[in-house]
């Protein structure tokens, strides 16, 4: 008796256009290198993927988290992912095996994927949880499709004008529209115009410098730290299109916001928190939110401890320098760390850890503590490198200590 011939159904992975904000967290977090982009899209290999789950949490907008049934033998390629606006709808012809729901055939991918994995797979260096007592967020209330706007009601030069960092602190209210946001949120641009294409330019995330009672105490808005991109990594001459248009926006002038997103790096609302913060350049955005939210409630009982390590190339472009200096002594311990500073050499973050590997040792050992790390990707290997280096020093096993610390949301990397 002949018997039907086997047609093999796969669950395919794939990204949301429509709602992905370029982010390249997936492509990054990814083990297997199964993501890539080009100039337009965020695409998944379907060849590659193994469905193990790792770039779903980090997704600040939920893109990453997307499936469809397909034949396996028309599994839809990068180039045709490449040219989507929007995902396709299932195809009603193509079901999961009957034997297995698609949320069952999602989960036999994880557990296929999970037992090919190391037991002390690391491949998720950070939490992906927030801390247990963080606010609840807000995200994607407003999208590509429905975007919301904003009018600039401040756009100051954080640096000096003799030096070739130019960033600035840009202030956008939202009048009567709702945008609640937290501290470690972000926001997307639609900077207006198009690409090369003819397409719409992307959205561009940036990092809330606010906290979530607003840049104004009480009013609906909030402030963003951005730098103006004028060459890319290699060091070639290249316009950012959204820092340039940002950079430039006059006071009254209005612009598109999608967002907000993000769901982990969030602070912990507990009083007797700890927050070790370490950041570079514009990653001081959150840390400054932090910090500020933590500083106007200090007389409401907030015992934590703050404290903060921060590199720039020189002093004069380090972000917020002047009202960073004057925050007491006592309210947060900061630690400075330059890498271009004539006649001297050269000085990073985990530098600046190491010499204060006395006090930062007993924050690690301290269960409230939740350490944010924020700036340049250059910079984790260094940092991670560096928090080893202290806790083993002091006794504490750092092994033991990273997964713990990735399992209660206390360990926030955010680099770019």
Known sequence: MNGPVPVDIVRQHLIDPEICIRCN?????CPIDAITHDGTNYVVKAEVCNGCMACVPPCPTGAIDNWRNVFKANAYTVDEQYSWDELPAQNPTVSAPASASPDHAARDLVDEASAALPASSDFVRGSTVPPWSAARPYVNLYTHKAPTTATVVGNYRLTDDSTPGDIHHIVLDFG????????????????PGTNADGRAHHARQYSIASPRDGERPGYNNVSLTVKRVTHDHAGNAARGVCSNYLCDLKKGEVVSVIGPFGNTFLMPNHPNSH????????????MRAMTEYRRRGRLKGATGKLMLFFGARTQAELPYFGPLMNLPKDFIDTNLAFSRTPGQPRRYVQDAMRERATDVAPLLADGNTHVYVCGLKGMEDGVLQALAEIAEAHGIGWERLWERLKREGRLHLETY
Request: hydrophobic share 40%; proline share 12%; aromatic share 4%.
């Open 176 to 191: 009567a529209l709702p945008f609640p946001v937290l501290e470690g949120q972000s926001i997307g641009i639609l900077p």
């Open 25 to 29: 967290t997936c492509e990054e977090t």
């Open 275 to 286: 927050l070790l913060m370490i950041c570079t350049g514009t990653g001081s955005a959150p």
